[in-house]
């Protein structure tokens, strides 16, 4: 079971990692106002055209699904994803 851990003030809200989840364990929840409302993540600094433009942020709702294969991690053009190990 893992955690997911994201610097969003270098996050570009691209969705890659969502994109390339096989199981499905990562999903983009949408940027509103100035806030996201996860662990783990800072706040993010986001504004204007940019904030139009970007899909969203990423989150892990439910740990369990992710296997670990770590290619959300991997494809991450700025690499500000990290996979921590939780227990169940």
Request: with cysteine; charged share 20%; glycine share 6%.
């Amino acid at each position: 079971m893992y955690e997911l851990a994201l610097n969003a003030r270098q996050c570009l809200c691209c969705g890659i990692c969502a994109d390339v989840c096989t199981p499905r364990a990562l999903r983009l929840r949408p940027w509103r106002g100035r806030t996201v409302e996860r662990r783990h993540v800072a706040a993010p600094v986001l504004a204007g055209a940019a904030a139009a433009v970007a899909e969203g942020f990423p989150i892990m709702p439910d740990g369990a699904q992710c296997d670990g294969c770590f290619d959300c991690i991997n494809e991450c053009p700025v690499s500000v994803l990290q996979l921590v190990a939780c227990e169940a």
